[in-house]
């Protein structure tokens, strides 16, 4: 009895604890005896006791490492502190455990003289306007560097950059002028249009008028033309009535010098008569002649 109940003590004792569930997207760096033995994936597993231990719990996760600022000192001698973000992930459990002390402080350090180096062979200008280059060069440094970490870079970020005081003072009063003049420029660009609007609005109303007195003198031209023709269309007719009713000559020279009589009843100051007309006021002076004589 007391043997069952020794027995069962070891087995909490020393058994279960060697009992080891490995979970999802971590691993276990083994040591046996002090030297490096396996890696463990996920899965129940099992260590032998005072043998074996488990040298480091790695989790193969993707890791989010935001560094604090670094002071750096740009090309033209202009301090700012910058702060990133590494974005990095555990490919070798093995090396990652034994190839340098205190991986993440190694990156942290990594991270900064390497950020030093590529500001300063930058301009302030450029450092503020290149965050692209700025972030693809230092990832393919740290992915190079920690490779024999076992560790993969997958992406880096400037999260932050800070000049001094005076520089975001000279920047701010430089941006608010940059404004002012845009807006100067879209004033100006609004007031000249405006201005061209309205020109072609007094040329198309001045064309519209002068095409308006055009329509209305060719109207009124076409309606005398209209009117004479009517009328000598009238003339004509009753020119066409009297030879039709049979009239003679001296009822159509009659006729003539009663539209010769209308015209004289004008302004005007001299009258030529036809032919026809001289040879009625001739027949007519002589037959008075006659009647006077008798």
Do not use: C
């Not at 890791?63 to 604090?68: I, L, P, R």
């Not at 003198?217 to 009297?242: F, S």
Request: aromatic share 4%; hydrophobic share 45%; glycine share 4%.
């Amino acid at each position: 009895m007391n043997f069952l109940i020794i027995l069962l003590i070891l087995i909490f004792i020393i058994v279960i604890p060697n009992i080891k569930i490995v979970p999802q997207a971590k691993v276990y760096v083994i040591e046996r005896l002090g030297s490096y033995f396996k890696t463990w994936h996920n899965g129940l597993q099992l260590k032998i006791p005072f043998i074996d231990r488990v040298a480091n719990v790695v989790t193969l996760k993707e890791v989010v490492k935001d560094f604090a600022p670094q002071p750096v000192i740009t090309k033209d001698n202009v301090t700012m502190q910058i702060d990133t973000v590494v974005y990095f992930q555990i490919t070798d459990a093995k090396l990652y455990t034994y190839g340098v002390e205190n991986p993440i402080n190694a990156i942290e350090t990594l991270t900064a003289t390497t950020l030093r180096n590529i500001i300063g062979e930058l301009e302030l200008d450029q450092t503020l306007t290149s965050r692209d280059i700025i972030n693809s060069k230092m990832r393919a440094i740290l992915d190079e560097a920690t490779d024999p970490w076992g560790i993969k870079v997958n992406r880096v970020e400037v999260k932050n950059i800070i000049p001094p005081r005076d520089i975001q003072e000279a920047m701010e009063k430089q941006m608010r002028a940059e404004r002012e003049r845009r807006e100067k420029i879209l004033q100006a660009e609004g007031e000249k249009k405006s201005s061209i609007l309205i020109a072609e609005g007094e040329k198309e109303s001045a064309i519209l008028r002068a095409e308006a007195k055009k329509e209305a003198q060719i109207k009124i031209a076409e309606g005398e033309a209209e009117a004479m023709l009517k009328l000598k269309t009238a003339e004509a007719e009753g020119i066409k009535l009297l030879k039709e009713a049979g009239a003679d000559k001296s009822v159509l020279a009659l006729k003539s010098y009663e539209a010769l009589a209308q015209v004289a009843n004008g302004q005007a100051t001299k009258i030529i008569l036809p032919a026809e007309l001289q040879n009625i006021a001739a027949i007519g002076t002589t037959i008075n002649e006659m009647i006077e004589k008798k």
